[in-house]
């Protein structure tokens, strides 16, 4: 088995991708080779709500010599707030993860509908059929119907379509009631992974509100936090390692690991390119716990 390791000083890791499997624009061997040309070492695949792509990613990456690990962003609530939890390291065969995926894919095909019909009512019609057709074996979501949209001629630019129909607030913008937190968290640990907070900075919250998520994540079993995801100015990611820091303080836990990520979706992005974050010196990386984490259950293991 080739090591979960990797060195900050000269290994170029990206935990949080997105491939055909959910909403990426790559394959999963697209992304691999990919990540392979931009000599990342250590990646994961975390397809929103599946994990269809990982056998195809960890062929590619036994292939081209990247350690591909198994992953997943998982949507959930806390409280009221959609947020997302990465599960890294995880054994795709878990019966409990299984399921929780199943439930989010009729959750996902549902407001796909609901999404469709608002679009209809604002004049958009075959919105359904456009975004599956973009989506192939994946479930629709909101960056499909972009893509429709801008493909229809409806709008400019993917950009356009979320700040018009389907961003926050917006025509599009449908309530799912997700699993809550603590459930996810479970689900994670249970097929024998790591449950980290993902984007901890994208969810416009103020500071006393992303201190008490960060304290509430790590009271219900998370593991680690996603401390860059893309690239992001410096003093931000001071900023979340002090709220971080504080959060764990609150509830009287031990600071957690860090992991890191560009949330790769499709080429032309370079603030979310493959390997395009570091993690700062002295942090602890999240694969540390990857050799100390044990849920009874064994780790997926990688291609040789």
């Known amino acids: 088995m080739r090591a979960l390791l990797a060195d900050l000083k000269t290994d170029l890791v990206d935990l949080h991708s997105h491939s055909t499997a959910s909403d990426g624009i790559l394959s999963p061997a697209q992304l691999v080779s990919r990540a392979n040309s931009l000599s990342v070492t ?4 975390t397809d929103h709500d599946t994990v269809d792509g990982v056998a195809q990613a960890q062929c590619a990456g036994e292939h081209a010599g990247i350690t591909v690990v198994a992953g997943i962003e998982f949507s959930t609530l806390w409280g009221r707030r959609p947020i997302h939890i990465l599960g890294l390291n995880i054994q795709p065969t878990s019966a409990l993860l299984q399921r929780a995926i199943g439930l989010r894919q009729t959750l996902r095909c549902e407001r796909a509908e609901r999404i469709a019909r608002q679009l209809h009512q604002c004049g958009f019609h075959g919105a359904l059929e456009g975004a599956c057709g973009l989506a192939g074996r994946a479930a629709p979501g909101r960056p499909h ?27 599009g913008d449908v309530r799912v009631e997700w699993p809550q937190l603590a459930e996810t968290i479970d689900t994670i640990h249970a097929a024998g992974g790591c449950a980290v907070l993902a984007h901890p900075l994208k969810y416009r919250l103020t500071r006393t509100q992303l201190q008490r998520l960060i304290s509430d994540f790590l009271r219900s079993g998370g593991d680690a936090l996603e401390l860059l995801c893309g690239r992001q100015n410096p003093a931000q990611t001071r900023e979340l390692s002090a709220l971080i820091t504080a959060g764990a303080k609150a509830v009287q836990l031990p600071v957690p690991p860090s992991s890191l990520g560009s949330d790769f979706h499709q080429p032309g992005q370079a603030w979310r390119e493959l390997g395009c974050v570091h993690l700062p010196q002295g942090v602890e990386p999240v694969w540390n716990l990857w050799h100390t984490l044990h849920r009874g259950l064994q780790s997926h293991p990688l291609p040789v």
């Open 42 to 45: 250590l990646m994961a695949l």
């Open 145 to 171: 119907f972009a893509r429709w949209l801008v493909e229809a001629g409806h709008v400019v630019d993917s950009a356009r379509a979320f700040k018009r129909y389907l961003g926050t607030g917006r025509v």
